[in-house]
C-alpha cells in the first residue's frame, strides 16, 4: 500500500464516521423533539382531565357518583375553607392595607414559626387518676 491509498483510505474512514455522526445528530435531535412534543400532549392530557373534573363537578357535586364521591367532598371542603379564609381575610384587613405579596407572606409564617418555636413550653396539665 502506498501512501495515497492509505490516505484514501483514512479519509473514507473520516467521511463514513462524520456521516454517521451526522445521522446519529439527527437521529437524537428527532428523538428529542418527538419527547417534547410527547411532554406538550401530556400536559394537553392533564388540561382536559382538569376540565372534565370541573364540568364533573359543575353539573354532579352535589349528588356525585360512588367512585367520585371522595373527590367532590375534598373540592367541597376545600371551597368551604377558602371562603372561610376569606372572611377571616376581610375581618382582619384595615381599610388601606396593601396587599401582600407571597414572598411576605411565606416570610411571615416563617417568623412567626420562628417565635413560636422559641417560646417557653406550657404548662403541663396533672395526669387525671384513674380508678
Not at 492509505?6 to 467521511?15: P, Y
Not at 384587613?93 to 413550653?121: F, N
Request: hydrophobic share 40%.
Amino acid at each position: 500500500m502506498d501512501i495515497k491509498s492509505t490516505f484514501e483510505t483514512l479519509k473514507d474512514k473520516a467521511t463514513d464516521l462524520a456521516q454517521a455522526g451526522v445521522a446519529q445528530s439527527k437521529r437524537l435531535a428527532e428523538i428529542a423533539k418527538l419527547k417534547a412534543a410527547n411532554m406538550a400532549e401530556e400536559d394537553a392530557i392533564k388540561k382536559a382531565y382538569i376540565e372534565i373534573g370541573k364540568l364533573y363537578y359543575a353539573e354532579q357535586g352535589a349528588t356525585p357518583d360512588g367512585a367520585f364521591a371522595a373527590a367532590c367532598e375534598r373540592v367541597t371542603a376545600s371551597k368551604a375553607a377558602i371562603e372561610t379564609n376569606n372572611e377571616r381575610i376581610a375581618e382582619l384587613k384595615q381599610p388601606g392595607d396593601p396587599e401582600p405579596e407571597v414572598e411576605e407572606v411565606a416570610s411571615l409564617a416563617e417568623t412567626e414559626t420562628l417565635v413560636v418555636s422559641e417560646a417557653a413550653p406550657a404548662e403541663e396539665e396533672p395526669d387525671e387518676k384513674q380508678d
